[in-house]
């Protein structure tokens, strides 16, 4: 039993535990020699069901080894240079020192009883991102860890509903819901349709404003679509402004759509999920300007800002928003409490302190160190798109913007359809081969290879190196023309 609970007697198996542990996954994390595996889903699934859970090992050390066989070997390992395919990072060392810390002592932030300064160094986090945004003090800015973005965007849009239903219109709540419209740039991410379909909105109260050519929100268009909602009797629930869009990484104009907001009383909710992290860039924190004029700000701190997951917040302008979200229980949070429980502010009750894990990043290299490794990424970006429109086999698809490279690989005399078809296959070939994981996507109908950099350690030679992997990929799979093949026989 001495490898099972954690309390006052085991302190010392926890420390042991921990370690053989933390050695275990070192040394296999050094050695990673590619992203993941070549292993078939075939053999990685009768792997786990090989498993018998009602035959215990009964011993911790055989527990590891065997989880190292079936999840360290296999894992996909985004501190591998050929990891180019989600917004997943590399983890900071201080903030995983924290996963430790918090795991153990077991904390749950929900109350002021189950947490004391765990619930004040939140605020604190809190506090410091919504200064960082530039939310003004007077508003008295607050906001709250979730679970990520996805979640952070439901409580926004939630909020700004309440918000626009708390003012006076004419009709029914029921009647009001149905009118209620949600604005956002057509490169949102979908977790927003999502939110609106859990929000009880219409079938199409998402209205999608079609972007300028670089793919950002055209503010024209925005009031334009502002004006017919009015127009139409609805009302605008609020406008989602993306900062980084998840493909091109695009962000869209902050001032102008605040401006356009401003002109028709709509929430503006900016959705900084994977942009936030130039909060703190020691060069590029002005791609962010015009953020302090929103309502509602997402960040995940677990994109840009190499946190493990999960470690995202929601920050709002006016802290009193949140109010929307409180729902007293007299056994846990009574109505009146002298202390702050912060299960006040959040959609979940039980939850972890995963605001440790910034806090310990915070205070063992800082903001700028963070903001510096974001910067390296985005410069990679740069280097990589130079690389691709370089290559007369490469077709760079758009410039990039953050951290992710969209393009098409078309070697000589092939088709707009026959690039589309190697996208998948070389795709598939190189995730099967366990050499690089990339990802794709499609963008004005045509399917396309995109990259996603958020390892700083990753150079231009691993660039090059997965083009060379792309192109014989590329070759392996298509189609043999007929000449070789009536030469073999
Ligand atoms: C990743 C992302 C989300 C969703 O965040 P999760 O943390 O994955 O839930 C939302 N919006 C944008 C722009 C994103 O890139």
């Given at each position: 039993?001495?490898?099972?609970?954690?309390?006052?007697?085991?302190?010392a198996?926890?420390?042991?535990?921990l370690?053989?542990?933390?050695?275990?996954?070192?040394?296999?994390?050094?050695?990673?020699g590619g992203p993941r595996s070549a292993?078939?889903?075939?053999q990685?699934?009768d792997?786990?069901?090989?498993?018998?859970?009602?035959?215990p090992?009964?011993?911790l050390?055989a527990?590891?080894d065997e989880?190292r066989?079936?999840?360290?070997?296999?894992?996909?390992?985004?501190?591998?240079p050929?990891y180019m395919?989600?917004?997943n990072?590399?983890?900071?060392?201080?903030a995983?020192?924290?996963e430790?810390?918090t795991?153990a002592?077991?904390?749950?932030?929900e109350?002021?009883d189950q947490s004391?300064?765990?619930?004040?160094i939140e605020?604190r986090i809190?506090?410091?991102?919504?200064?960082?945004?530039g939310?003004?003090?007077?508003?008295?800015p607050?906001g709250?860890?979730t679970?990520g973005?996805?979640?952070?965007?439901l409580?926004a849009?939630?909020?700004a509903?309440e918000?626009r239903?708390?003012?006076p219109h004419?009709?029914?709540?029921?009647?009001r819901?149905?009118g209620?419209?949600i604005?956002?740039?057509?490169?949102?991410?979908f977790?927003?349709a999502?939110?609106?379909?859990l929000l009880?909105?219409a079938?199409?109260a998402?209205?999608?404003?079609?972007g300028?050519r670089s793919g950002?929100l055209?503010v024209?268009?925005?009031?334009r679509?502002l004006?017919d909602v009015a127009a139409?009797?609805?009302?605008?629930a609020?406008?989602?402004?993306?900062?980084?869009t998840t493909?091109l990484g695009?962000?869209?104009?902050?001032?102008?759509?605040a401006?356009?907001?401003r002109a028709?009383g709509?929430?503006?909710?900016?959705?900084a999920?994977?942009g936030g992290?130039?909060l703190?860039?020691?060069?590029?924190?002005?791609?962010?300007a015009g953020?302090?004029?929103a309502?509602s700000?997402t960040?995940?701190?677990?994109?840009?800002?190499?946190?493990?997951?999960a470690?995202?917040?929601?920050?709002?302008?006016?802290?009193?928003?949140?109010?929307?979200?409180?729902?007293s229980a007299?056994y846990l949070?009574?109505?009146?409490?002298?202390?702050p429980n912060?299960?006040?502010?959040?959609?979940?009750?039980t939850?972890r302190?995963?605001?440790?894990?910034?806090?310990m990043t915070?205070?063992t290299?800082g903001?700028?160190e963070?903001?510096?490794a974001?910067?390296?990424?985005?410069?990679?970006?740069?280097?990589?798109?130079?690389?691709v429109?370089g290559?007369p086999d490469?077709e760079?698809v758009a410039e990039?913007?953050l951290?992710?490279?969209?393009?098409?690989h078309v070697?000589?005399g092939?088709?707009?359809?026959?690039?589309?078809?190697?996208?998948?296959?070389?795709?598939?070939?190189?995730?099967d081969?366990?050499?690089?994981?990339v990802a794709?996507?499609?963008l004005?109908?045509r399917?396309c290879l995109k990259?996603t950099f958020?390892?700083?350690?990753?150079?231009?030679?691993d660039?090059e190196?997965?083009l060379d992997?792309?192109?014989?990929?590329?070759?392996?799979?298509?189609p043999r023309?007929l000449?070789?093949?009536?030469g073999?026989r």
């Amino acid at each position: 039993m001495s490898d099972f609970l954690f309390t006052r007697d085991t302190p010392a198996q926890y420390a042991r535990a921990l370690h053989s542990t933390v050695d275990t996954v070192a040394v296999h994390l050094a050695g990673t020699g590619g992203p993941r595996s070549a292993a078939s889903p075939g053999q990685l699934e009768d792997l786990v069901a090989a498993v018998d859970l009602d035959r215990p090992l009964g011993d911790l050390g055989a527990a590891v080894d065997e989880t190292r066989r079936l999840y360290l070997d296999h894992a996909v390992h985004f501190h591998d240079p050929g990891y180019m395919a989600h917004l997943n990072c590399p983890v900071a060392i201080p903030a995983v020192a924290a996963e430790a810390l918090t795991a153990a002592v077991n904390t749950a932030v929900e109350t002021w009883d189950q947490s004391t300064t765990a619930t004040l160094i939140e605020q604190r986090i809190v506090d410091w991102t919504a200064a960082r945004i530039g939310f003004p003090a007077a508003g008295e800015p607050d906001g709250v860890f979730t679970s990520g973005g996805t979640q952070s965007n439901l409580q926004a849009l939630f909020t700004a509903r309440e918000e626009r239903l708390s003012r006076p219109h004419p009709g029914t709540r029921q009647e009001r819901l149905a009118g209620l419209r949600i604005v956002a740039g057509e490169h949102a991410h979908f977790s927003v349709a999502k939110a609106a379909h859990l929000l009880g909105l219409a079938p199409d109260a998402v209205v999608f404003v079609p972007g300028t050519r670089s793919g950002a929100l055209d503010v024209v268009a925005l009031e334009r679509a502002l004006h017919d909602v009015a127009a139409s009797g609805g009302e605008v629930a609020a406008v989602v402004a993306t900062a980084g869009t998840t493909d091109l990484g695009v962000i869209d104009p902050l001032p102008g759509v605040a401006e356009a907001c401003r002109a028709h009383g709509a929430w503006l909710h900016v959705d900084a999920a994977y942009g936030g992290g130039l909060l703190v860039s020691p060069t590029r924190r002005h791609l962010l300007a015009g953020i302090e004029r929103a309502d509602s700000v997402t960040v995940d701190f677990h994109k840009s800002w190499f946190q493990p997951v999960a470690a995202s917040a929601l920050l709002l302008r006016e802290g009193r928003s949140l109010r929307f979200s409180t729902w007293s229980a007299e056994y846990l949070n009574p109505r009146h409490a002298v202390r702050p429980n912060l299960v006040d502010k959040s959609l979940q009750t039980t939850r972890r302190f995963d605001a440790l894990k910034l806090w310990m990043t915070l205070r063992t290299v800082g903001a700028e160190e963070i903001g510096r490794a974001l910067d390296r990424v985005l410069d990679l970006a740069q280097e990589a798109g130079r690389i691709v429109a370089g290559a007369p086999d490469m077709e760079l698809v758009a410039e990039p913007v953050l951290s992710t490279v969209l393009f098409r690989h078309v070697p000589p005399g092939t088709g707009e359809d026959d690039a589309d078809r190697i996208v998948e296959a070389v795709r598939t070939a190189l995730f099967d081969s366990g050499r690089a994981v990339v990802a794709s996507t499609v963008l004005d109908g045509r399917r396309c290879l995109k990259f996603t950099f958020l390892n700083p350690a990753t150079t231009a030679t691993d660039v090059e190196r997965v083009l060379d992997l792309i192109r014989a990929a590329a070759r392996e799979t298509a189609p043999r023309p007929l000449e070789a093949v009536a030469g073999a026989r």
